[in-house]
């Protein structure tokens, strides 16, 4: 297979050293620009971790010389930074996976409702794919340009949207419970992080007020073709990494567990990252450190229970990212993530 | 104020530790006897933390020489033995507060379908005071025999049974999402919770099968008045204790957040170990080594949220039983708790 | 016992939270004043646990204001903020407990070295009495002004002061590996303590260069009259409270564990605080919220092995104040701390 | 480059679960045979987390049909059942990496002694080669039999020989004062790694007398040509990987840093799992999930203070197993593992 030479800018998060990790280990990518206003440092001070095993400077942002070094950038920027990158890189001719929020909800408006900014790249913000390979893996193959989706929302779209597909379950009525590890909270301190106030405890961070919400409404929405109304409860568990969302969803008349499950086999059926557990249920240590989303479904008393559990940092963020550009560059979908 | 003196029953188990631990700081309550069949070692080699503050010798169970020592009893035994100790403690005419599941449930046939074992002791079942103060303190300020309730359906009655006593609430539209900290398990070890296990990972461990939702049905029932449908499930978390119950109410035509917050007032208005959060939520840090429950309540699109903490330990056990205790002889509610 | 009314300085960190929760619980002591520079917010939406047990405003500092109100001030300023806040104070004739390190090192000039401040208070530095009850208490029971050890410190001091004393061990050869949770640490966030870089994880934070080896070796030499080499190598353990300290002692000729243990209880016998574990080990866990010291000392070889485990907040600071002013009042040293 | 086909005996523990994560993303080796007692259950139901990502029944121990399915048997047994099933695969014809302790201790009377059972293979004890490649990898390369190092000893080793063999330090003066993560414990539950127990503390579980104190110390006096004394002290820390000692070694007269910093490079240039961490200390941080061992070393008063850091499941454990794996097999001692 012929090489891939990644850039990653904004190289100084937790989304960006994630990747580095995964890409390390990628059998033919090969990451040779790193960009970061952070550039007193070698990226082996900022993250220890990566001491000896990559030795490349932080360099300034310049789209020209990241398009000689590099055929696809992964944005591991904050949003709003992350639009004002996009657009010279694009133009560059490399192919973009933006890991930022930046792209995902289609609707401007909507976007400056909950990010309390104004979009400033209309036309890339139109073109942009949703990077979920499990229902977009055709538009992925042939974008120049990825949305890679958030951890919470790829959670809940892989675990609500065969039900809602194959009619199953009540548009209407759906109940996300999410609860994550403290890396989803990126990389600055803040009181609430502190490692004191947040060891050994649990607690709900926003009732319907996470800026996920309206991404998921709108994945529901897109995929399903239903309007879609939910409530999203976040909560934050003392531990670094992995997604666990419970999902209540009111089924339909006459709806039953086997059916619930044959829409899951019809969704995932040849899709390596999802896992259905029959026999047991998910669990954030089964999938920490992978790329996989685990599955499970109960029906109780006119309710479906849906599980799914992630890794944030992977299928939440850099995994599935690197999912998308391998889908990009034509090579095996699972190319380093297994 | 006179001397309260305590027996301890089944002084083997986390139950039981923490009993100490609080019994150690009560202004009038002594301990003055711990049985078990587990009697090779002192107290402080079961519990090394108890090293020096207690020094009393683990005695058999002798119901003649436990009622020479003492006014009441705490049960701290598992389920079915509860039971067999339960009538020569009151037949000896001390008082006994009950920690095991045993006198909960008041009809003995769903007793057996949960606990999977017949209910040898109706007459002190039946005459069992379910000891949750905030709704049934009257009855057991007279009673002698006080069932101390499970730590999640204290939860889960103290942050429903207001709304659904202003009939605010659907009675058969409640979802409870809860997690508790893993002292909730007991003092045995298991594969579950063996640290490499249970470090660091999230997740549920049963829908809708756990032995605490005919007992948080009852009690609804119970408060209410009304015939409740609701789904209970819960998670593990990664810490010590704490539990946060996220319930999902639907509410009914025209109830607002105002009527919430009245219910809420009028029924912990005076009421020492509800604390309703106004301004922030719960955490389970904020409650943890105290007898507080903490709740906050929310309406979003049509169904409340309610959100509730508490110590499992302390109001979900200890706590509650002391505080039972308390209400029983006659002193104030809150010695030995605040 | 007549009431003592105590005045908190510097009440927004967790000293101050840690001496709140347990003046709550004393039998005589009553918090009187809340003295910060922020002053905008109530103490209970700082540190939401004391939402419903605390109801005093957070005031200005004003010497004149507290001496009306208090008989006694703990100061939980930081290092040189203290030294501007303790003449007034005394001045104003309050007994004064300071819990920072301004008073703890006797020399000026090495107090100027380790903390890159010049001492501004000599008079006050002069009169100061080192707050270790197990060795001073005679001194601190006549005293106005007493300085409260650091948390390494009284671990240290506990564990090694009775084997030098009794000249079992050399002055000159000592090794403290210590390790402490993450609330020593303080209440504002920084990058090292962010908890996803904090969590799971276990590091040295400095080689003979941590500002409590000083004071270390000023109460080794205080108590036993010899001069004393050591090196101190602290440690981070991913929890909240608890310090352990593995101390390495090189025996004299001929000292034998016999020796050790009478030394021990020479110094111990009757001092309420301190526990020997003689059959099994010390855990941080034993002494977690408690005030309680725990040793244990094994011989191998020619060399003392001493494990000395405390609560860092409680015995290593607030606790310890708290027992420190009981001695001050001539009450039991035990008042609210059992 | 040829396949390498595996076969893992002792299927069940966490040893092999860390094994077969590794070598599913080995590019040149393939597992082909599970053998353990249990056989009840796929190899998925033990460990969740390999679903869909190994299909091989659990099969009996069968030294010919292991013949048939591979070229490696990496034994993930306790000792005593390690060396009961050594020779029949090594008279089969495989070679064989032992991750038990069976095989570490040359001298059978020590084994007897801290393992409390005779050893019985007298013959491959004196042949097996033991796998520290850092030091003894011609030895290795050559091997049909390699006994893996135990976690702390590889640590001790790393950390220690380089200043032995330079004759920088006292050889008669070692204190190695370790800490480990709960994972090193293995998997069958105990009172001692209950999660209520071990989670939030921190202590020390021996002085002297754990099974690793003779490894270190034959690895060492192997290494370095000297009788070497030295005190070991392990303790447990809250998380579920890594290991970091904290070495305290006597200086020789006139040893400098200068010194010591020389011979690590000359121990450990062109090694590709240690790393000097000359401007930070090791954390166990950033070794978790990978090959690396991590050494700083500062020299303060006289003694030399070294930290060794790596993850006791991969460098001390798996990880290295199958960096001997590919030594043997002639392959880049990296394949797999970076």
């Not at 933006?98 to 400033?120: C, F, G, I, P, Q």
């Not at 995932?268 to 920490?288: D, E, H, I, Q, W």
Request: proline letters at 6%; one cysteine or more.
């Amino acid at each position: 297979m012929k090489q891939i030479r990644v850039a990653i800018i904004g190289a100084t998060g937790y989304t960006s050293l994630e990747t580095i990790r995964w890409l390390l280990k990628h059998p033919v990518a090969k990451i040779t620009y790193l960009a970061s206003r952070q550039q007193e440092q070698p990226i082996h001070e900022l993250f220890p971790e990566l001491l000896g095993r990559i030795d490349l400077p932080i360099a300034p942002f310049d789209a020209h010389a990241i398009q000689q070094a590099a055929d696809v950038a992964f944005l591991c920027l904050p949003h709003v930074a992350a639009m004002q990158h996009v657009p010279p890189l694009l133009d560059a001719g490399l192919k973009v996976v933006d890991l930022s929020a930046d792209y995902r909800l289609k609707d401007a408006t909507v976007y400056e409702k909950w990010y309390k900014h104004a979009h400033s790249d209309a036309k890339n913000l139109a073109a942009a794919v949703y990077g979920l390979p499990e229902f977009f893996s055709a538009e992925i193959k042939s974008a120049s340009f990825v949305s890679n989706p958030g951890c919470y929302p790829t959670a809940a779209a892989l675990g609500i949207a065969p039900l809602l597909q194959a009619g199953l379950v009540e548009p209407a009525d759906i109940i996300i419970n999410a609860a994550s590890g403290i890396s989803g909270a990126g990389r600055t301190p803040s009181q609430l992080h502190h490692f004191p106030e947040r060891n050994e405890t649990f607690e709900s961070y926003g009732i319907a007020s996470h800026r996920h919400a309206p991404e998921i409404q709108q994945t529901l929405e897109t995929i399903s073709g239903h309007a879609v109304h939910m409530l999203f409860v976040p909560h934050l568990i003392p531990m670094d990494r992995g997604i666990l969302e419970t999902i209540y969803l009111k089924a339909k008349p006459g709806a039953k567990l086997e059916n619930a499950l044959a829409a899951y086999d019809r969704a995932y059926r040849g899709k390596p990252f999802v896992r259905m557990r029959l026999n047991n249920l998910p669990s954030t240590k089964y999938v920490a450190n992978t790329n996989f989303a685990d599955i499970s479904v109960k029906l109780y008393n006119g309710r479906f229970v849906v599980l799914c559990a992630l890794d944030n940092m992977v299928k939440g963020a850099a995994g599935q990212a690197i999912e998308n550009m391998n889908l990009m560059f034509g090579i095996d979908e699972t190319a380093g993530l297994l």
